[in-house]
């Protein structure tokens, strides 16, 4: 089970940690993404990082502002929002357990999703 939180309300080019925290597996053995759906939007990739945490990669919308970590003796995964825009408003999802690094921008490839977070920005 995964157990996202952190989310709230920021003000434009502020921040926001959000944590992912996972619970009856051995989180540390997966991958790990964060996705977001905004209002209205479908659900698209934000980050992703590898199982030790020697990788990670971004959405060209927000690389630069973000940051993925994890903490694998806590079995949490951090996402670091910097620079907050209104466009980062919407619903942010962690999840885990797709079969390969190569599929780690594809929602479709996890089997195991949190239930989301509420990220708003106001400007």
């Known amino acids: 089970q995964l157990q996202a939180s952190g989310g709230g309300l920021v003000q434009a080019g502020g921040s926001l940690r959000l944590s992912c925290t996972a619970s009856?597996?051995?989180?540390?053995?997966?991958?790990m993404g964060w996705f977001r759906q905004a209002p209205g939007k479908e659900r698209t990739f934000v980050a992703g990082?590898?199982?030790?945490?020697?990788?990670?990669i971004y959405h060209g919308s927000v690389e630069g502002r973000f940051t993925i970590s994890r903490d694998n003796a806590k079995n949490t995964v951090h996402l670091l929002l910097n620079s907050a825009k209104p466009e980062d408003t919407a619903v942010y999802y962690c999840?885990?357990?797709?079969?390969?690094?190569?599929?780690?921008?594809?929602?479709?490839?996890?089997?195991?999703w949190g239930q989301g977070t509420q990220v708003t920005v106001s400007s």
């Open positions: 999840a885990t357990g797709m079969t390969a690094w190569r599929w780690v921008r594809y929602g479709n490839k996890y089997k195991y």
């Open positions: 009856g597996r051995t989180e540390s053995a997966y991958d």
């Open positions: 990082i590898s199982s030790d945490g020697g990788l990670t």
